[in-house]
């Protein structure tokens, strides 16, 4: 089995919530959120859906924190969080484009298809002589 990267479609959506982020942000903070994880369901990918939310859901609950204490509590905790939380997402970005995004896609065997004929050569080592077989279909 050889691995397909997808990691350019979860780019996309996580772009989109970036780029969003200042008009729409409740729709930003949902794309960013769910966007990594529709993708990987829509590849057939369940379990790194949910391992795609899970590694989402952490940096934003401590941009909410952050947030949050600013109301009331000290600037230095307030940034401090924002900054763990943004560093956060982007590392969660990265993660999931660079090691989640991929797909297990069979090898296909070498083939020359010369119009409707198709070659298949292979190789066999059998007892003291290696043979060459080409086979193919037409």
Known sequence: MEKRWYGWQTLLTDGAAILTIGEVPALSIGTYLLGGPVVHWAHGNVEKGFLSLGIRTAPTL?????????????VDNCVSLAVVGVLGVL????????????????????????????????????????????????
């Open 91 to 138: 590392a969660s970005i990265a993660v999931d484009s660079a090691a989640i995004a991929r797909d297990k896609v069979p090898v296909e065997s070498p083939s020359l298809a010369l119009g409707g004929v198709r070659l298949i050569p292979s190789v066999a080592a059998t007892g003291k002589q290696p043979s060459f077989v080409l086979g193919g279909t037409f």
């Open 62 to 74: 401590l941009i909410y924190g952050a947030l949050s204490s600013c109301d009331g509590g000290s």
